[in-house]
């Protein structure tokens, strides 16, 4: 998806509308002479004209290119499908998408209080410096998608076989599946069933590491069989384990199944980017800790990924843009 630059804008203060400029120099902590410059994850902010155009048709106000604090005003590109941590070729400058839309300050703000509403809070967009440049008028943007990159491990011996089919593989691909439904996040997963077997769980382990898996989900070998191998394997990649969501659904569901204490699922920070997770092998427990890990996944991955999580608005879209 491509669009073009129709402004760009800088202003010595934040909470206030921007000044059109011929050209803006973007460094690795944002715009020269911005006021939002700086090291964290809004360092530049894009709104599209056609965002502008259709609140000026519905409050018949005339706005211009940074009224609503926007660096960038873009055109010809729908903003409204750009996701966290897509990528944004605007002129000589890369920009990885950080946040959708921000929380209004209502009457507390220059901008709100100027043109009496704003539409950066649900349609405005932010982003991280990745490569700097020059960015002027007319200059073209490029929306690359990052999909979110998933691998769903299966342990059996006997679903490798072919002796049963595989029903907890498909469970969490399912869970991942309805939980970012109509979200803005591309989802990409791959499954695999593999036996029991430490070497081939290891490798297949460090062949998603190398390809920048973001999150690994495994299921089976977490008992205390002779063949349950597991987290033996896991545990040693990672570089922090998280101990709370296991503990709470072992927890829970012990005092009504007692063998649920047994279970040693383990989860963790891979490397230092990768969410991994080993699960029970059984569909019933894949749906319980599922429910609990698709809590906190989001919030886990904007932790890892750099970008503050508590600077997301509450009034505005979540983190995937599901509305």
Request: some cysteine; charged content about 20%.
């Given at each position: 998806?491509?669009?073009?630059?129709?402004?760009?804008?800088?202003?010595?203060?934040?909470?206030?509308?921007?000044?059109?400029?011929?050209?803006?120099?973007?460094?690795?902590a944002?715009?020269?002479?911005?006021?939002?410059?700086?090291?964290?994850?809004?360092?530049v902010?894009?709104?599209?004209?056609e965002?502008?155009?259709?609140?000026s048709a519905?409050?018949?106000?005339?706005?211009?290119p940074?009224?609503?604090?926007?660096?960038?005003?873009?055109?010809?590109?729908?903003l409204?499908?750009?996701?966290?941590?897509?990528?944004?070729?605007?002129?000589?400058?890369?920009?990885?998408?950080t946040?959708?839309?921000?929380?209004?300050?209502?009457?507390?703000?220059?901008i709100?209080?100027?043109?009496?509403?704003c539409?950066m809070?649900?349609?405005?967009i932010?982003?991280?410096?990745?490569?700097?440049?020059?960015i002027?008028?007319?200059?073209?943007?490029?929306?690359r998608?990052?999909?979110?990159?998933?691998?769903v491990?299966?342990?059996?011996?006997?679903?490798?076989?072919?002796?049963?089919?595989d029903q907890?593989?498909?469970?969490?691909?399912?869970?991942l599946?309805?939980?970012?439904?109509?979200?803005?996040?591309?989802l990409?997963?791959?499954?695999?069933?593999?036996?029991?077997?430490?070497?081939?769980?290891?490798?297949a382990?460090?062949?998603?590491?190398?390809a920048?898996?973001?999150?690994?989900?495994?299921?089976?070998?977490?008992?205390?069989?002779?063949?349950d191998i597991?987290?033996?394997?896991?545990r040693?990649?990672?570089?922090?384990?998280?101990?709370?969501?296991?503990?709470?659904?072992?927890?829970?569901?012990?005092?009504?199944?007692?063998?649920?204490?047994?279970?040693?699922?383990?989860?963790?920070?891979a490397?230092?980017?990768?969410?991994?997770?080993?699960?029970?092998?059984?569909?019933?427990a894949?749906?319980?800790?599922?429910q609990e890990?698709?809590?906190?996944?989001?919030?886990?991955?904007?932790?890892l990924?750099?970008?503050?999580?508590?600077?997301?608005?509450?009034?505005?879209?979540?983190?995937?843009?599901?509305?």
């Amino acid at each position: 998806m491509t669009g073009t630059v129709v402004a760009v804008c800088i202003s010595p203060g934040k909470g206030t509308v921007k000044t059109p400029v011929p050209v803006v120099h973007v460094t690795p902590a944002g715009i020269r002479g911005d006021a939002h410059a700086g090291q964290w994850h809004r360092q530049v902010s894009l709104l599209a004209q056609e965002s502008v155009a259709r609140l000026s048709a519905q409050s018949g106000q005339t706005f211009q290119p940074g009224d609503f604090a926007e660096n960038i005003t873009t055109a010809g590109i729908d903003l409204g499908q750009v996701a966290i941590r897509d990528r944004l070729q605007v002129g000589q400058v890369d920009l990885e998408v950080t946040q959708i839309g921000k929380q209004c300050h209502g009457a507390g703000c220059a901008i709100h209080r100027a043109v009496g509403t704003c539409v950066m809070p649900t349609e405005g967009i932010f982003a991280r410096v990745l490569g700097g440049g020059e960015i002027r008028a007319g200059d073209s943007i490029e929306h690359r998608r990052r999909p979110l990159t998933c691998l769903v491990l299966t342990l059996s011996d006997r679903a490798f076989r072919g002796t049963y089919a595989d029903q907890s593989g498909p469970a969490v691909e399912q869970a991942l599946q309805t939980h970012f439904a109509g979200s803005r996040w591309g989802l990409e997963i791959t499954r695999t069933i593999l036996p029991d077997d430490a070497e081939r769980l290891r490798a297949a382990l460090h062949g998603a590491l190398a390809a920048g898996a973001d999150v690994i989900i495994t299921t089976g070998g977490t008992g205390i069989g002779p063949r349950d191998i597991t987290p033996e394997v896991v545990r040693p990649l990672l570089t922090k384990e998280l101990p709370g969501i296991m503990e709470v659904v072992r927890t829970r569901h012990a005092q009504t199944l007692p063998q649920a204490a047994l279970s040693r699922a383990v989860a963790g920070v891979a490397g230092t980017t990768t969410l991994v997770y080993a699960l029970p092998g059984s569909p019933r427990a894949v749906g319980d800790y599922m429910q609990e890990i698709l809590k906190t996944l989001e919030h886990a991955l904007l932790m890892l990924w750099g970008i503050d999580a508590h600077q997301q608005a509450p009034d505005a879209p979540d983190p995937v843009g599901r509305g």
